[in-house]
C-alpha cells in the first residue's frame, strides 16, 4: 500500500492510497459492510455508484460464517464478490459494543457471542491471524476500547493494552502483503492520547487510526478531540477516524486532517427511511409525500432520483418493501461519495472553507426527521 | 392489443402480444408484483434479466397507497418505474384468499382491509374504475372465485354471479384503450366451466382466463380441469391460467393450450431459501453448502451465478441479509425466463414433448428442501 498526499488546503488533505487492487481517494468514504455485505446493495451497484474501499468486521465474520469458511473459498473479496480493495477491523469495538460478558485480560477479551451467547476468546494475535484469513488490503490492530466517562485510571490501563496489543499484532503480522494500521485510543484525556499516539507511532505502521470517539460524548469535545488528535498522527500516513459518519463531524474532520472514514449512518438510515439530499434530510414516510410526483433530491442522478418518485419510495416504505430498502441505499450511498468527491475537489481547489460553509447550512436545514 | 400465434406443435402454442409498450412472447411468465414492486428487485434488473410484462394486484393497490395516488403520480408505469407492459388483476381473488368478513352480494363484494380491518365494498364497476386509474395495459374482468370443496349449488351461483359481473365490467370499461381479459369460473364441475366459458366468450373479451383453479384441489384433478378448460378458450385470443406457476403445472398447461401465467413461487421461493436449478432445487441454507465455492446453477449465467458462491449465499441467508434476498430473487426470476424461453423455442422447433419429459425428471429430482 502506498499513500501519497496530492493537496492541501489549510490542515484539510485530498490524497490517493495505491493498493493491489486498485487506487483509492481520499477524503475516502467507506461503507459499512458488516456481514460481508454493505447491507441491501449489490456489489455491482456499489461499484456503479462510486464505493473504492468497502469495510467489513472481523467480529461478525468470526463468528458467522468462521474465517476458515471465506478462506476455503477464496478469501473476502472472492466471497463477497467485490473486487475493490477491502478493509477489515479488528473486533475491538464490536468486542466492546456487542459482545456480552465481556471480560478482559492482559491476554485478550473473552466474551459470549451475541448471536447464540457462545463463549470466545479473542487475542491480539488471534485478531491478526482472523484477518490473514479474510485476506483484506488493509487490516487493524486488535485495541481495548473504554466507553465515554471511564476514569483516567480506567483509560490509562487501557492506553498500555491497546499500546502492548499492537506491538503482538504486528508481531504476528510479519511480512504479509496486507497493510496493517495502528489505533489508538485514550479517551478524553489529551495527555493519554499523546501519549497512546507516540507509543502506536513508535512501533511503526502503515496508516494511524483514532478508536475510541463516538462513544457518548458530547459533540464539542467530539470535535475538540477530533482536533487534537490529528495533529498527534503523522502526516505522510492516511489518518483514519473510526466510526464517524455524520457529515458535520466528518467536515470537522477533514479540516484538522483526516482522511478516512467509516459509518453505518448512510445505509441504516436509509432502511429507517430517512434520506440526505442537497436540500437536508428527508423523513419519506411523512404523509406531505404521499402524492409527490418529484424525486428525493432533484440535484441527484442516481438509479433512485432518476426513476422514482417520493410517492413511490414512500409507498415502499409504508408497505415493508425490500425494494425500498434497495433504493433507499443506493440513494443514500450515492449521495456520501457525492459528498466526499465535491468535498475533495473543493480541497484541490483551495475552497474547503467555502464548502464546508454551504453545507453546514443545508445539513442543518430542513430536517424533520 | 393483438395477439399472433407463430408455432404449435400438438395443442402448445408459441404467440406474440402486441401492446403499445412492447411486444411480449408467449408461453409468457409474468412475475407478481403485488404492492407495485416484484419484490426484491429493480425494474432494471428485472428488465434485464429477461422479464416482458409483470402484473400488479388491484386490491392491494387500492388499499394501499390508493389508485388516486398512482393516477396523480402518473399511473403505475410511471409509478413503479417499469416501462413495459403491465396487467393488473381485478382484486377477486385477493378479496376472496386475503380479506376478512367478506360478504357477497349481487352488487359486490363487502369485506375488510387484511392491512387495517377498514370496511371496503367493490363492485365490478368500481374494480374496472381502479384499474383504469392504475393505468395498466391489460386488465382484468372482476369475478367471484369459490375455495374447493363448495357444493354444486354454490359453484352455479359463483358461475352466474362471475358472467353478470363481467358484462357490468365491459360496459363499464368501454372503449379504453386498455385491453380487458375475461375470467372464468365453474369449480371442478365440468358442466359449469363450459357454461361459464361459453357465457364469458360470448360477451367477447380481448383475452380469456381460467381462474377457481389451485384453491386447494389434488393435482390430478387441477390437470384433469387444465386440460378441460382449455379447450373450451378460443383459439384466437391468449390463454391465461391464474395463479399457476408450479413448473410441472405449467408444462400441463402449455401442452394444454395455455399462453400466460403468472406467480409468486420463484420470488416467495428465493426469500425463503429455495432455489431453482438446472439440476433441481437447492435449499441453501443446507450444512453441505457451508464452504461451498460453487455457483447455484452451474449452468445459469445470471449476475448471482456468475459472481456469487453457495457458500456466500448460504451466509447471506442464515445472517438474515436483504442481499440474500435481492439475489436469490433475480436467480430464481432469470431461472424461470430462461425456462420459458427454452419452452418456447421447443414448441418452435416442434420438440416440446422432448422438452418436457427432460424437465419432468428435473424438476422431480435432487428435490431437497
Known amino acids: 500500500m502506498r499513500f501519497h498526499l496530492i493537496a492541501r488546503d489549510g490542515a484539510a488533505r485530498a490524497g490517493v492510497i495505491e493498493t493491489e487492487r486498485g487506487v483509492v481517494h481520499t477524503p475516502l468514504f467507506m461503507p459499512v459492510g458488516t456481514n460481508a455485505t454493505v447491507k441491501a446493495i449489490t456489489p455491482e451497484e456499489l461499484r456503479k455508484i462510486g464505493a473504492e474501499l468497502i469495510l467489513c468486521n472481523t467480529y461478525h465474520l468470526y463468528l458467522r460464517p468462521g474465517e476458515d469458511v471465506i478462506r ?14 477491502i478493509l477489515t477491523d479488528s473486533g475491538g469495538f ?14 485478550g477479551v473473552e466474551f459470549r457471542s451475541h448471536i447464540d451467547g457462545s463463549l470466545h476468546f479473542l487475542t491480539p494475535e488471534k485478531a491478526i491471524q482472523i484477518q490473514h484469513s479474510l485476506g483484506a488490503d488493509i487490516i487493524m490492530t486488535f485495541d481495548e476500547c473504554p466507553p465515554y466517562g471511564v476514569s483516567y485510571q480506567e483509560t490509562l490501563r487501557a492506553v498500555k493494552l491497546t499500546t502492548e496489543w499492537a506491538r503482538r499484532c504486528k508481531r504476528t503480522h510479519g511480512d504479509s502483503g496486507q497493510a496493517l494500521f495502528g489505533i489508538i485510543q485514550g479517551g478524553f484525556f489529551e495527555d493519554l492520547r499523546r501519549r497512546s499516539a507516540s507509543e502506536i507511532v513508535e512501533i511503526g505502521f502503515d496508516g ?25 498522527l503523522p502526516s505522510e500516513r492516511p489518518r483514519y477516524l473510526m466510526g464517524i459518519g455524520d457529515l458535520m463531524d466528518v467536515m470537522e474532520a477533514v ?8 459509518c453505518v449512518m448512510p445505509t441504516r438510515n436509509a432502511r429507517n427511511g430517512t434520506l440526505f439530499t442537497s436540500e437536508g434530510r428527508v423523513s419519506i414516510q411523512r404523509a406531505e409525500y404521499r ?27 409504508l408497505s415493508g418493501e425490500i ?47
Chains 1, 2 share one sequence.
Not at 483514532?210 to 488528535?229: A, D, N, Q, R, Y
Not at 402524492?291 to 416504505?317: G, I, M, Q
Open 72 to 85: 476455503e473459498v477464496g478469501g473476502l473479496h472472492r466471497f463477497t464478490g467485490w473486487c475493490g480493495p
Open 94 to 107: 464490536q468486542v466492546y459494543s456487542l459482545s456480552r460478558l465481556r471480560k478482559v485480560t492482559d491476554d
Open 208 to 232: 494511524y487510526a483514532t478508536g475510541g470517539l463516538s462513544v457518548g460524548e458530547p459533540k464539542p469535545l467530539l470535535h475538540e478531540m477530533i482536533h487534537f488528535t490529528a495533529d498527534l
Open 255 to 262: 479540516e484538522a486532517g483526516y482522511d478516512m472514514f467509516d
Open 291 to 317: 402524492s409527490d410526483p418529484s424525486p428525493v433530491d432533484p440535484n441527484c442522478s442516481c438509479y433512485t432520483c432518476r426513476h422514482f418518485t417520493k410517492a413511490y419510495l414512500r409507498h415502499l416504505y
Open 323 to 369: 425494494l425500498g430498502m434497495v433504493l433507499n441505499t443506493i440513494h443514500n450511498l450515492s449521495f456520501y461519495f457525492n459528498f466526499f468527491q465535491q468535498m475533495r475537489e473543493a480541497i484541490i481547489n483551495r475552497r474547503f472553507a467555502g464548502f464546508r460553509q454551504q453545507w453546514q447550512v443545508i445539513l442543518q436545514s430542513n430536517f424533520h426527521r
